[in-house]
């Protein structure tokens, strides 16, 4: 050791820096999901880690989340829009997570309105569990194109939800 300081480490460009939805399909939603959107988005874009896996050293990304054919894609671009990427995920697979989701958090959101705090507490730690639930299956479903952690991974899978409203 030579008591020099050690040069401060380079922020990391596995990242997200800009996120569109593409929600031509979506009429419209209650308060509630567009306050979930809002904070997946924000709480995202604050912080995640996203790293193409046959391109590790690409980034930082923009990345457009969209609904087509019954599939997920994710347009993965450069932050001035310049394609990278685009990967398609089945949503079959995501199917029936999704719907359990929708009809936990029915019930969370009619709970916090009439229900005691021990009901609303018991029906969130099953909406937690789901939502984790969806959270591995995506990143397992990426995981050879896409390494991604669970917390990013959660943000994303309350936005595939977002997509799946339709009006």
């Known amino acids: 050791m030579t008591g020099e300081a050690s040069p401060p480490a380079s922020p990391s460009k596995a990242i997200i820096v800009d996120l569109t939805l593409d929600e031509r399909t979506v009429i419209r939603r ?12 924000f709480d995202l874009l604050e912080e995640n880690m996203f790293r193409l896996v046959a391109q590790p050293e690409a980034g930082p990304f ?6 087509e054919d019954n599939r997920l894609l994710l347009d993965i671009e450069t932050p001035k829009r310049e394609p990278i990427d685009r990967i398609m995920l089945p949503l079959a697979t995501f199917r029936r997570i999704v719907k359990d ?38 990143r397992d479903r990426l995981s050879d194109k896409i390494e991604i952690d669970l917390p990013t991974a959660r943000r994303l899978f309350t936005l595939i939800c977002v997509l799946h409203i339709r009006g």
């Open 30 to 41: 209650n308060a509630d999901i567009e306050h979930e959107r809002a904070v997946a988005i």
């Open 62 to 67: 923009h990345l457009n989340l969209s609904l």
């Open 101 to 138: 989701y929708f009809m936990i958090c029915e019930s969370y959101y009619a709970a916090i309105k009439r229900s005691s705090p021990s009901q609303i507490e018991a029906i969130d730690m099953g909406r937690r569990g789901l939502h984790n639930e969806g959270s591995e299956l995506l």
